[in-house]
Each structure stands twice: as C-alpha cells, then as structure tokens.
C-alpha cells in the first residue's frame, strides 16, 4: 500500500474515480489470460500463430500456406538460357512486408536510432559518463561520445523547454525571493551530522547583494548526490589509470598533487579539446622508444626538472600551483577548505566534518588514601590441631575460606610437610590412610569449593535462624551449632539428593565404614554432636581428631562428586525426574498483604515484586538490548528443583491450561507434611527451617483476614478451624486428593480436554445453524450440561479450580458449588468479557437490548466471575436464549451489501 | 531575527464528532491508529481486519484469514506490515500491500487478546488468555516462539511494548513489567483483573485499568501510586483506556456508553463524552493531534477537538 508511506494526508492528490470496493466475497478481476489474449493484423483481422520456428505470425497467406501466385515461384527463369544473369536474392527477397515496415527487423525509412539520439547536457549524467569512464576497464572508451554529439534534444527537454524552463536553471516554481540561508541560532544545539561545508556556500557570497521586490528567480539547479554503487574491488575513490594522463599526456603540465574536489574532474571535456592537437598514443620512458619514432633523443629525459617545485610557495597566487606541503595561506579561503588541503584529497560523497571530533576525557585514577598500605593483611592462622579444631572452623566461617591458605608465618616456621601442602604436593607417607590421599589435585580443588559454598550457606542461614529465634514466634527445632552447621548443612543437603547411599569410602575397614555410617545417620537427624557420638571412645585424641575430619571430608566429597557428577549428566525421563519437577525460585507471595495495601492505596514497595528474569538471547538481539545475563543459559525466571508430588505445586496448576511449568502458589510449609513419613527425604526437607522466616507475615495476614472486610469464608468442604488464607484451605482439599489426582492425571486426562475437542462440534451442528460463524461461546451449555458426568473428575476439578478461583480475586467469597457449569463456562470466559455483540442501526436489536440488559449483565457478571458459579442452569440458559436471539438478530444488518453500507457512511 | 514563539495551544479535547463508520464487520472488538495516526484498523467479530483512513471514511483494504473473530491488531512502525491476533489462537502476521498472510503463528491454548509489534517490528509479542505471553519471531521461520513469558496466572488482558520493556496485564490482577535491559521482572499487584494497560508517551508511568471501574497511574519505576481516577463504569467488560497525545488527559471507554476524560495531574473529570447507547468497546487516541477514535457495536467515531477545520471536501 504505496499510500500509507506518504506521510501526510493532505499530500495525497485523489485523480479520477476510485475502483468500486470489492465486495465480500468477490474476487477481484483477473486480466485477460494468456490463451485468450489474441493478435490481429493492421486491418483488425485475426492472425493466427503459426508456430515460433515457421514463420509466427507473419507466415502463410490468407492462413494459407500459399502464396498470391498459389505454388509457383514468382520469378521463375530457366536457367538453361541464361546461366549468366542468375538474380542474386538477398534477405529482403525473404521478408514480408511487416518486416520492411517502420518497426520490422529492416526498416527502410531512416530513423534515428537510440545511439544517435540527443544527449541532453545534464550534469548528474555526465558525472556518471565520467565516473564510469575512469572506473571501466578500459579507462577512456567512452570518450568517443563524447566527439560525436548529436543535436537532436529528448522530448523532455523539449518540454521543459516550453514550460519555459532554460538550462541551467533549477526545475520547480519560481521563488520570490532567494531564501536566505538559516543560520543556526547559537544558542540552539544542533546534533546529528555536520552539513557538508561546501553545500550551500556557492549562493552566499552574493547575500549582501540588492534585491529588486518584484524579481522572481528561478529555483538553483541542484546535482543531486551521486549514488553510483561501487561494483569494483578497488579502494574507496579509486579512479584507475587517469584517461587524460595515459592518452593525451600531461608532460608539459604541471603534476597537480593535491587536485581534489569535484570541480577539478568537471572540466575533463574542455582538457581533452586542448590536447586534441597531439597525436594520440602511449608514450613515455616506460615504453622506451618505437622503431617508427625519431626523436630519440628524448629516451631517457623527458622529465623535466621544472615540472617540479622548487620553492615551498607558489610562484603566483591563483594558478593553482602549490607545494608539497605548503598550504596555500595567501588565498582567501574557507575555514573548511584551508583543513581540506592538510587532510588530502576528499572521497566522492564525503565531506569534512566542520566540528572536530571531541578528544576523549581522560579521568585520572582515584587518589589513594594517604594511609593505604598495598598490602594485604591476612588473618591470623591457627594451626590444624586437633586441639583447636572448633576455633578453626569458626575462623575458617568468619573469613569465608578456608584455612589452609598461605600464612604469614615466617617459612622457618613450616616443616617439610606443610610447605609440600602449600605447594600443592601430595604428602609422602607410608600408606594411605585416608581417602583423600586418592584424591587428585583437582578434586581436591572442587571440595575445597563445595567447602567454602557450604560455609557461606551455613553463615547465611545461622542468621537467618537467629533472626527467627529473635521473632519468637516458633520454637526452634534445632537450632544448628556454630562450628557443625556447615558439615549439617553440606551433608544434609548432598544426602537430600542421593538416598541411597552406596558410597562407600572406608570399605576396606568395616568398623570404620560403620562408624561412617552411623555418623552419617546422626548429621542427617541434625544432631549436632554426630561425629563426637559415634566415635570409638577407645581411641586416642589425636585419632578421634583424625577420624572426624576424614569422615567430615568424605561426606563432603560424596556430596561434591554427585553434584558434580548430576550436573553433567542429564537424569533419565522416568526414574529421577520422576521425583521432582522444577519450579520457579521466586513466587509472587503474600497476596492478603498486598491487598491489603492496595486497599490503603499504598502501592510501590508493599505491592511489587521484583524478580530476575532471563530474557532469551534471540529476543536481546531483536530488542536491540545487550543481554543483560550473558553468561547464563537460563530463560525466563529462575527455577529451582521441587519435590514432584508436593501439594503445592500443584495448586494452580489450571486444569485447561497445558503449559509445562507448574507454578506454585505460594511457599507455604505444609502442615501435613510430618504426616508422610513414608516419603524419601528430599531437598524439600531441607528448607523447612527457611519456610519459618514467613511467620510472621502469615501471622498478620491471619491477623488482617479476620478483622479485614473481605475476609474468605470458609468453604463448606474446609474445616472451620482452618481460617487461614484460602490458599490453604485449597492446599487441604488438593492434599486429599493428591494420590487420586496424579494417577488420574497419569492414566487419562481429564473430562474437560474431551469436552473442548468433541462437545463443540456436536452442538455447534445442534445450534440452529442457520449462521456457521455465529458466536458459539454462549450457546452450548444446554446440551453440554446433560451429559457431563464425572465423579471422580469432578473432584479433581473442584480441588484445583478452588485454588484457582482464589488466587485471581480471593476477596469475592467462594461460595462451592459443584463444578460442571463453571467448567463449561470458563472454557472461554477468562477474564474480563467483550462488549455484546449488537449493531446499533437496527433500532429494534437495541430495544431487546434495552429489555435484557439487567438480567444479561448479571448473567455477564456470574460468568465473568466464572470460577465461582453455581447451578443457575435455568436462568442463565434463558438469558442465554435472549443473547442467541441477540446474535440472531444482529444478522440483519450485516446481510446489507457493502455497496450499501458504503454508501451509508459516505 | 526571530519570532517569538507561538504560545502554546492549552489541550484541546476531542469532543466534535467528525464522522461515524460503520465498519461492516459485525461488533468492532478493536479498533487502533496505525503509526503516525493516518490510518486505522479495525478488528471485527466476522473474522476480518480493514483498514480505514478515518478521516476521509474510506476502506482501503480489508484483510481476511482469520479463522475467528479478530480481537487485536497493530501496525509495524514502517506501516510495512500488520498483526492481528483472535479467537482462532492465531496470531497473524499481515502484509500491508497485498493484504496476505505472511505467517500465522500458531501455539497459544487461548484465544489472543492482545498483539503489539516491538519497535523495529522484528517480533511480535501475543498476550492470550492461556495466560503466557509469546513472542514471535518475524525474521527467522521457526514455528516456535522465542521466549513465552508465563509468569501470569491468568489470562493476559494487555499488552504493550516500549524499546526495551514488555508491559503486561493480566487478569490475575497484576502489572508485570519486563525489563531486557535490566533483565528483570517488576510484579505490582493492583488486585482487580486488569483489561488494559499503557505506557505513558514519556515512558516513565504506566496507566492501569481494571475491572473496579478504576483507572490508576503507577510510577514505573517504583511503583507508587501517582493518580487515580474515577467515575466511569468498567465492572465486566475488557475495555480500553490510553493518554492523551500530549499526556495532559488520561482517556477511557465505559459501559455506559460515554467516554471520559480527566485531567492527569489533578485527577478531575474534564469531559464525559457521550457517543451512543451501548458500550464503548475500544478506543485509540492519534499519536500527535487530539484526535480520537472510538468502537460502539458495528461503527467507529472519528473525534476532533471543537476548533478543527475539516480540509477539503470530506470523501
């Protein structure tokens, strides 16, 4: 649509009369096909087509293959007689008339051809000529046209001519007054690019000059930019052999260094006429001397010293002559030109900038505090003895690494041992008493990692714990002792992954594997003295320090290896994965807090959430945004690993939606989680103590639901001791249902999906049909209603919708009700509805309206809220009819032609 | 020497009705000013989309292949090339000239209530009541969205676009924001199901209405509450609310059959203006001049402010 690009619509100039609009269905009108197209002769008569290769169109006679004179030649001459005058035929004895014509292959009138035709004395023309003379291959073989110059004008030309335009004059309405240049304001900034310097400067020498009122100029001829592709491999502006130079010679010239700008390769044609007179030819000290020449004598000087400059100035102002780098200071110039001649020559299309470019700022490096030292001060290092141990660790927690750096102990103070391990050596010992020393440098690299992460963890979450035990709000189960946690917290967390513990690192010593095991048992029941417990009370000091850190090590190592391990393999479909699913990290909680701010308008930090968000890369580059996580793979938010069958993620799954990521409700701790021991312990179980750190916003939401407004009631189903958030109220009904849930969600889907693929077809037959693109959203549920039977989908239905229905507006009570109307309903019925259907230029459409409007509105309303509704089966299938004869009805204007309706509205 | 400045004209509403169209196309679900407000489309409920210039009333194009009705709809910002999005799932990507389909993405579980281009028009981001929001590349040929944003919880009312943010409503009532540059995603919670959200024209507040009948300005960056305005009836229906060309008036549709305008800074209602009986389905305000255009039933209104000349003879 070439109409939509002009910018303005004032601009657009309507010629003659518009094509009538299509109409609806109508196709518009092919042309003439090829079969049907025909050609006919000057007389009007058909021609019919003999054939590409017998003659086309111009064979035959009268159709015929004949001739006038039937089958005999025309001519036909014994030649027994007369040998000697054979008549010789040349082609036109071939030829028929059309061919002889003005426009056949051999026209016998004399017209001009193309080649001879005028070449009018436009100069974006000639520019082009001479660009493409100097850049083809053989530089100068179009200046033969320019020798022969027809004087014939183009048709154009001749009238522009009439139109009383003169050559060298602009094209377009005569201005009154020649527009003055806008200076630019300096107070005003202008940014973009730099005009081109020598634009306009042409026309303003003669500013100061007198201008009669009532003379009218004509607009200035303007060349515009010359736009020739460059389909060379040449350097920018490179212009090849100068055709000038190599075919006319420039001996006796000047060598003209800095010749630039366009104006010098304007005046090519008038240099030729002036070197006409020499014979043409290469010639110079590279080709050496023909044997045909005379004047050898010339061979090896034909330079000559005068060519060059000898002074560092010109001789006289204004020839043109100039040094080498001598600038021409004595010459009135422009600013811009004076920085030309330093800069060289000046590329076709560019031009100097008239500002300079801003030099960068450099910022100096911060000053220093006077009393910085650049040295780094280390903490103080505590010998590993076992004696000491626990000081350690708290060191080792507090700086956030681990012990074993380099000290600032003098070396005088390390034995052989310890340098070898500041070195990165294996220590030399007897036997191997401990896995580690199987380990490789590397390996022990990673622990040293996994160390360091649990130890930060274990910082963060001993503040978090204390600032739980500082609410008071619930007793603290265990609260984790300093110097263990971060051993609890690894070995918790690495076990929470992996159950089955076949890791074995003490086999050869079954006692000591023992011993592992029970330590193992006693840290996962997050008791803080496992190691001091299961150690055999018979060994030594040094022994019992030795074991427990091997064994500490070991569990950290098992761990490490299968985080590792896990994290480049991808788990197997149906038995990992199984377990748990993935689920975002960060959940858009606390929703009666936040509604309750927006009650009392307090909207910015009580009402946001902020979250990190992954943009994918693919979407960066289109946005043209740097992507701001580069080094991620990750895409949309963050998710973490979740216990599968944990209730909570699967509260607001919607039934109809299908997308993969199951999103949580909210964080809350299940109370009925101590009910199943049954389960494997997962990672899940770890967080139990963070969940804790919501307490206290769950206790004000409490506090608020019940004195609020609009607090929920208790759902028929809940019991009434749970007053708590509807969230989980729902979690309670979904918990029941979780096993049936899953199973029936594994073994079929649910009713609703064969209610969208199969029901609709049918009642969309059962409608009256007599409008196939009726607005079938509403006129369904009668049928639909009869035949939805499903217990057990029911339930599932029920449990989940609740908790759906509670999250978009949790303050409209959710009164439960049984669920088929609301799952027929909320097949289409998201959200805010659109505006009815109905055209306003049938009068009695609007009078039913009028009649209707309360009792549909209401409907409207019921079905807006969707989630919520109840069996009002009768009323909502009567305002269902008002609203199938609403559609019905609207079916009368639209069958008015668009003629009409066209000629309606204009 | 330089003249003074022409003093500036004091905001002008829109409150002449110029002319009305009827459209043809059955309810018009939507109806939205192309890029420098020359041109408009209008989204029918019989499954077609047209392109009007509106203040001449005359049809230029009408583009049908939508297997249901049409509910939204956008121009690139080179006028090149159209999207629309229905009740068919589909989202359709249009060529302006020869009015074909140049691709139909199909993937949405529901119908797409909401399309906008971003500004160099090389993706198209769909908002469905699935509750995700995709978008679509319309560079490459992958069948696949790009990205599909699903941190709704229910279905997406609005979506709109700026250089490099994605607003979004939805009807779990929540304004999600978005932000590539910053790779985040700003969440405010304003309660009642949304039905349409703008960016102002500086970028710097978002305009929220929602279904309790109240339109609400938010400071982008915070949050906070900078406005909020009543007085119109929005209880049930997906209507549309935007800024004025100069962001002096937030405007909005109401059920009753009026459009209203109040003064942003003071919140007061400056003009309700009355169209027709029914409900005022859709609205879009031209870009640069007070201009309006509003959707009753089966026709548009095309709105000038009091002192404005019709040029030329109307077509």
Known sequence: MAALDSDSDEDLVSYGTGLEPLEEGERPKKPIPLQDQTVRDEKGRYKRFHGAFSGGFSAGYFNTVGSKEGWTPSSFVSSRQNRADKSVLGPEDFMDEEDLSEFGIAPKSIVTTDDFASKTKDRIREKARQLAAATAPIPGATLLDDLITPAKLSVGFELLRKMGWKEGQGIGPRVKRRPRRQKPDPGVKIYGCALPPGGSEGSEDEDDDYLPENVTFAPKDVTPVDFTPKDNVHGLAYKGLDPHQALFGTSGEHFNLFSGGPEETGDLLGDIGVNKGRKLGISGQAFGVGALEEEDDDIYATETLSKYDTVLKDEEPGDGLYGWTAPRQYKSQKESEKDLRYVGKILDGFSLASKPLSSKKIYPPPELPRDYRPVHYFRPVVAATSENSHLLQVLSESAGKPTNDPGTRSRHQLNACKRGELLGETPIQGAPTSVLEFLSQKDKERLKEVKQATDLKAAQLRARSLAQSASGSRPQPLSPDVGHCSWHMALSGGMASTRTSNFKPFAKDPEKQKRYEEFLANMKRGQKDALERCLDPGMTEWERGRERDEFARAALLYASSHSTLSSRFTHAQ????????????????????????????????????????????????????????????????????????????????????SSPVTQASSEKVPQHRASDKSRKPSRWDTSKEEKKEDSISEFLSLARSKVGPAKPEPSPLVNKEEARATESVSNKVVNKDVDSQTEGEGSRPSMDLFKAIFASSSDEKSSSSEDEQGDSEDDQEGTREADFKSSQETHLVEASSVAQASEPAPQEPAPFFPIQKMQIDEREAFGPRLPPVFCPSESRVLCVIHLHGPRKKKHRKHKHKGKQKNKKSEKSSSSESTDSSDSQSEEGPTDLSPQELLRRVV | ??????????????????????????????????????????????????????????????????????????????????????????????????????????????????????????????????????????????????????????????????????????????????????????????????????????????????????????????????????????????????????????????????????????????????????????LTYHPTEPCLLTAMGGSIQCWREETYEAEGAPG
């Open chain 2, 1 to 282: 020497m330089a003249f003074p400045e022409p003093k500036p004209r004091g905001p002008e509403l829109p409150q002449k009705r110029l002319k009305t169209l009827d459209c043809g196309q059955r309810a018009v679900r939507a109806v939205r000013f192309n890029v420098d407000g020359n041109y408009c489309l209008t989204c029918g409920s019989d499954k077609t989309l047209k392109l009007w210039n509106p203040l001449r009333g005359t049809l230029l194009r009408t583009y049908s292949g939508h297997g249901y009705e049409v509910l939204d709809a956008a121009g690139s910002f080179d006028n090149s090339s159209l999207c629309s999005g229905g009740g068919d799932k589909a989202v359709v990507l249009w060529d302006v000239a020869s009015g074909q389909v140049v691709r139909k993405f199909r993937g949405h579980a529901g119908k797409v209530n909401t399309v906008q281009f971003n500004e160099e028009a090389t993706v198209i981001l769909s908002g469905s009541i699935d509750s995700t929001i995709r978008c679509w590349d319309c560079r490459s040929r992958k069948p696949e969205p790009v990205q599909t944003l699903d941190e709704a919880r229910d279905g997406i009312s609005s979506v709109k676009v700026s250089d490099h943010e994605v607003l979004a409503g939805s009807v779990d009532g929540r304004v999600r924001r978005y932000d590539l540059r910053m790779g985040q995603l700003f969440s405010d919670y304003v309660g009642s199901p949304i039905t349409c959200i703008c960016f102002s024209r500086d970028g710097q507040c978002t305009l929220v209405s929602s279904l309790d009948s109240t339109l609400r300005l938010l400071d982008k960056d915070t949050g906070e509450l900078l406005g909020e305005y009543t007085g119109h009836k929005n209880k049930e229906y997906k209507l549309d609310c935007c800024l004025s060309e100069r962001d002096t008036h937030v405007v909005s549709c109401s059920e009753d059959g009026k459009v209203f305008f109040w003064d942003l800074v003071e919140g007061a209602l400056a003009l309700a203006l009355p169209v027709g009986p029914g409900v005022v389905q859709s």
């Open chain 1, 574 to 657: 149906e038995e990992d994965d199984s377990e748990q699913v993935e689920v975002p990290r960060d959940q858009e909680n606390d929703v009666s807090d936040k509604q309750s701010a927006v009650k009392m308008k307090m909207f910015g930090k009580l009402t946001r959430d902020t979250f990190e968000w992954h943009p994918d890369k693919l979407l960066c580059k289109r946005f043209n945004v740097p992507d701001p996580y580069p080094d991620s793979t990750l895409v949309g938010l963050p998710r973490v690993k979740r216990d599968k069958y944990s209730v909570f993620n699967f509260l607001t799954i919607p039934e109809t939606a």
